[in-house]
């Protein structure tokens, strides 16, 4: 007998400033590539949706704090930040603009269709390293899902964002007591190094287990405050 395996289908391709980034299906999944780079499919979301979780807890009793989530992605944390009537402003900064447009009326929508629409949300179409380097808003949370993790960045440049000088824009961007929140398909003690080394305080990994290899982790650390 011969075995039947399913064969990705692109769903679309497009060219930008930052390369080709592709959506596909394959099987039930979606799936998004960058410059043929596999980012992320819409096959858990455990691990993007405790992103949110572990800064919204982190920050204890808040009324309404605002949140700026670094990367769409497909939509888990976006929609999983939008089902918590705690938070108030949710706002997303999003480079690629096929990525916006799979959500706004593309495969994307069923997934994420009234966390977009929900009042409190703002999507913004910008590279997330220029936007905390030059936005003049401060957040009580920020949450950064734009690379594989700080030790396996999608873009070139990328890594800067995770350096002590830009750490050191993230806790521009953040209020006094706020918390940065950090996803990575691979636990790394040297970041939760650099995040001590840049001033940031309760620096702690969570683990979400995988069923094979090394589990995803998301890295917390509070600006002092």
């Known amino acids: 007998m011969t075995a039947s395996y399913d064969i990705p289908v692109v769903l679309d391709r497009r060219e930008g400033p930052y390369g080709e980034v592709v959506l596909r299906r394959h099987g039930e999944l979606l799936q998004i590539i960058a410059n043929g780079c596999f980012l992320m499919d819409t096959a858990d979301g455990r691990s993007e949706r405790l992103l949110v979780d572990a800064a919204r807890e982190a920050l204890g009793p808040h009324a309404e704090p605002n949140v700026l989530i670094g990367g769409l992605g497909v939509g888990f944390s976006l929609a999983h930040a939008a089902a918590d009537p705690r938070w108030g402003a949710i706002t997303v900064v999003e480079r690629e603009r096929a990525i916006i447009d799979w959500h706004l009326d593309g ?18 179409e910008r590279d997330l390293i220029a936007y905390v380097n030059e936005t003049s808003d401060t957040f009580n949370a920020l949450c950064l899902d734009i690379d594989n993790g700080p030790d396996w960045t999608v873009t070139e440049g990328n890594d800067d964002l995770y350096s002590p000088s830009g750490l ?29 080394n840049a001033g940031f305080q309760q620096v702690r990994t969570e683990e979400i287990p995988v069923a094979r290899g090394v589990p995803d982790v998301v890295h917390i650390a509070v600006r002092p405050g």
């Open 107 to 124: 495969p994307l929508a069923a997934l994420s269709a009234y966390a977009i629409t929900d009042p409190r949300t703002e999507i913004v």
């Open 168 to 196: 050191t824009s993230c806790a521009r961007v953040l209020k006094p007591g706020g918390v940065l929140a950090v996803w990575s398909a691979q636990p790394s003690p040297e970041f939760e190094g650099t995040l001590w």
